[in-house]
Structures are given as structure tokens and as C-alpha cells.
């Protein structure tokens, strides 16, 4: 999945530099170079929220978590 969104990001690269030098000529490459911006700034976010969820799954492993039991509701003291 990794590898896929890295390969997705070099092509939208090859696509901005070529798109760069007729960004002043027409509106079309000028909205077609955006374009190509918010998707490439969509892949990165991808990745980063991949790296996100293995470090947390595998940080939510490491600590056990508390269990509550109903008769911790009621413990009253006395």
C-alpha cells in the first residue's frame, strides 16, 4: 500500500514539473496544476496517517488496558 501511494506521488511529481511551465500560458494548466497539488498533498497525508495507525497499534499493545467492572460503578465506601 506503501509503496503504491510513494509510486502515486513520484508520477503527480513528473506531472507538476511538466505543468509548471504552462501554468502562465492558460487557465486550464493553471487549475490543472492545482489540481495535481491537492492531490499529491492528499497521497502524502495518506502516508503519514498509515505511519500513525502501526505506531499506535503497536504502542496500544505494549500498555494493558484498564478494565472496568460494573461493581467499580457502585464500590462505595464505607
Do not use: G, W
Not at 506531472?15 to 492558460?26: M, V
Not at 502501526?54 to 500498555?63: N, Q, T, W
Amino acid at each position: 500500500m506503501k509503496k503504491e501511494l510513494i509510486k502515486s506521488i513520484k508520477e503527480k511529481e513528473e506531472q507538476l514539473s511538466k505543468l509548471k511551465a504552462h501554468i502562465d500560458k492558460s487557465v486550464i494548466c493553471s487549475e490543472l496544476y492545482n489540481k495535481v497539488v491537492l492531490e499529491k498533498a492528499i497521497l502524502k497525508k495518506e502516508i503519514d496517517n498509515l505511519a500513525k495507525k502501526s505506531f499506535a497499534s503497536k504502542v496500544r499493545y505494549l500498555f494493558p488496558r484498564k478494565k472496568d467492572r460494573i461493581c467499580d460503578y457502585f464500590n462505595t465506601p464505607v
